[in-house]
Nanobody, 113 residues
Framework: VQLQASGGGLVQAGGSLRLSCSAT????????MRWYRQAPGKERELVAA??????EYVDSVKGRFTISRDNAEKKVYLQMDNVKPEDTGTYYC?????????WGQGTQVTVSS
């Protein structure tokens, strides 16, 4: 399984950004997909997840971020609306499959106030 995240950049507070994660793997549609972020000096935190059971979000992004997936394209997205400076960080997509955890390379999101 290989994951590649993209779509990061510089955005003003209140703006929007859409992150994408491309995956390989014939069983992608079953992969539980997650977006994490890591701010400078802080631990990596789970932001959003999409699994066969539904979607989950960390409280700080509920109502602002939306995770989705396109199984035919083997992609997962993170739509980020009304972003805040505290959303700044490196965003990683990840999955756990067949007893292994896989990570994308990360994409940087910077929100200016």
């Amino acid at each position: 399984v290989q994951l590649q995240a993209s779509g990061g950049g510089l955005v003003q507070a209140g703006g929007s950004l859409r992150l994408s994660c491309s995956a390989t793997g014939s069983s992608f549609r079953f992969f539980p997909m997650r977006w994490y972020r890591q701010a400078p000096g802080k631990e990596r935190e789970l932001v959003a997840a999409i699994t066969t059971e539904g979607k989950e979000y960390v409280d700080s992004v509920k109502g602002r971020f939306t995770i989705s997936r396109d199984n035919a394209e083997k992609k997962v997205y993170l739509q980020m609306d009304n972003v805040k400076p505290e959303d700044t960080g490196t965003y990683y997509c990840s999955t756990h499959w067949s007893r292994r955890t896989y990570w994308g390379q990360g994409t940087q999101v910077t929100v200016s106030s």
